[in-house]
């Protein structure tokens, strides 16, 4: 049985900075592809961005290019969502995802078989 656990969400004003994180219960995490998504109120999950199973490989949403970075340490089983410069519009429930079959990790929700619960991040203007 494979649990993702976030952590780290918060209350921050914009501009400023957080880093979630999402630790991976289970022996095979260095396999598994690795995403963030988020959904605000009344809105669907959408993508954030995703990673290799090595941490070779990045993939970012649009709208977070530049402000955000993931990374991962599979040593420790966990990924990691460094957020800067954040903005009011960034608000959101952030959820961590693992991909069991994929080599980079996609942007499709169905793409991804386990979920965490979620941590909220609220960012106040």
């Known amino acids: 049985q494979v649990q993702l656990a976030e952590s780290g969400g918060g209350l921050v004003q914009a501009g400023g900075s957080l880093r979630l994180s999402c630790a991976v219960s289970g022996r095979t995490f260095s396999s598994y592809a690795m995403g963030w998504f988020r959904q605000a109120p009344g809105k669907e999950r959408e993508f954030v961005a995703a990673?290799?199973?090595?941490?070779?490989?990045?993939n970012y949403a649009y709208f977070v290019k530049g402000r955000f970075t993931i990374s991962r340490d599979n040593a420790k089983s966990t990924v990691y969502l460094q957020m800067n410069s954040l903005k009011p519009e960034d608000t959101a429930v952030y959820y961590c995802?693992?991909?069991?079959?994929?080599?980079?990790?996609?942007?499709?929700?169905?793409?991804?078989?386990?979920w965490g619960q979620g941590t909220q991040v609220t960012v106040s203007s």
């Open positions: 995802a693992a991909d069991r079959t994929s080599v980079y990790g996609g942007s499709r929700r169905d793409s991804y078989d386990y």
């Open positions: 990673i290799s199973w090595s941490g070779g490989s990045t």
